[in-house]
Every structure is written in structure tokens, then in C-alpha cells.
């Protein structure tokens, strides 16, 4: 997993908690890489899953809450980073169907041993888009906080259904987007 995954966490638990709360979790998830973080880097998503861990114990929130409130803010930081992948996108539908053929394209361009999600998406009719999560690294409640993070992003109304496919790993997760009429 590519390292901004991992530095955009850590920010994100300076900001929403406090570095001293950083510098635990890390101390306490026990991590090969030592918690020491380049966003080119590539680390084993396992570190990812000690740290969220580490920080449900400490705060006593949910795993499944704090991954989804790490995709929630993921994707504002992706939204100020990357903003060539917003320019002439007017709702988050039209992202959401890229996401796979050009940010998932670029980062594989990029990073030749980068393994993203697979994001398959396909209109079910004028307000209604199904989205395919499928990733051997379990993630889709950050995932699922991608998606109401580009809902809050564009602004829309948009109900959100989930369904694990398969089992309730979170390896192959559907949701269904159905914009309000």
C-alpha cells in the first residue's frame, strides 16, 4: 500500500486528536516500518490495520467508524492534492465512474507495483449508480467514507445502501448511490 495512505492517517490523528496520540498508536502497534512514513514508500497494509486498532483501543470509537471517518477525510485531502482529477467534474456520479480509468490508471502509471482497489461502477438509470469495492485488503468501510466524502464534495443528496458481497470481510463490497428525486 502506498505510503500517503499511511502519512495522510497519521495527519489526520494530529488534527482530529492530538500528536501525542500519534506518537502512542504508533509506539504501541508495534509496526516493522517503526511508523516512519514517505508517501512514495510502500509498506504492508497489516501497519494500517495495527494503527486503527491501536487507535480504537485508545479512544474507545469503533474500528469500523474510525476507518469510514479516515475515508471521509481521505478524500478531502485527495481533493486538495490532486485537484487535476476534479477539473470539468460536476458530480460526484461522473468521478465516481472514473475513478478506476484515470486515478487508479494514473497511480498504476506512476507506481508500477502499486495495487489499488478495483472500482467498477455502472448507472442503473438516471439517478441511481452501483459501485463495486473489490481489494484483497479489506477496506471497504474507508471505502464507503471515499463515497460520502465526494457526496459532501459535490454538495448532493445521495442515499447511500451497502452490501458485502461474498462475506462481511469487506473485501468485495456493492453500494448502491440513489440520487434524491
Not at 37 to 62: M, N, R
Not at 86 to 109: L, M, P, Q, Y
Request: aromatic share 12%; proline share 3%.
Amino acid at each position: 500500500m502506498k505510503g500517503i495512505i499511511f502519512t495522510e492517517f497519521l495527519e489526520m490523528l494530529d488534527e482530529k486528536f492530538d500528536p501525542e496520540l500519534t506518537e502512542r498508536i504508533i509506539e504501541k502497534a508495534n509496526l516493522p516500518s517503526g511508523g516512519a512514513y514517505t508517501t512514495t514508500g510502500t509498506y504492508d497494509h497489516t501497519e494500517l490495520v495495527a494503527l486503527v486498532v491501536e487507535l480504537s483501543k485508545e479512544t474507545e470509537i469503533g474500528i469500523t467508524d474510525l476507518v469510514r471517518t479516515y475515508g471521509f477525510y481521505l478524500f478531502g485531502r485527495f481533493v486538495r492534492g490532486y485537484p487535476r482529477f476534479f477539473s470539468g467534474i460536476k458530480d460526484s456520479f461522473t468521478f465516481i465512474e472514473g475513478v478506476e480509468e484515470v486515478v487508479h490508471a494514473e497511480v498504476r502509471k506512476l507506481y508500477a507495483e502499486a495495487k489499488p482497489p478495483t472500482i467498477s461502477a455502472s448507472r442503473k438509470g438516471d439517478n441511481q449508480l452501483e459501485v463495486i469495492y473489490e481489494s484483497e485488503r479489506c477496506l471497504g468501510d474507508a471505502a464507503h467514507g471515499l463515497i460520502l466524502g465526494c457526496l459532501d464534495y459535490f454538495k448532493e443528496e445521495v442515499e447511500v445502501e451497502r452490501e458485502n458481497v461474498d462475506d462481511d470481510s469487506g473485501k468485495k463490497v456493492r453500494f448502491l448511490l440513489t440520487r434524491a428525486a
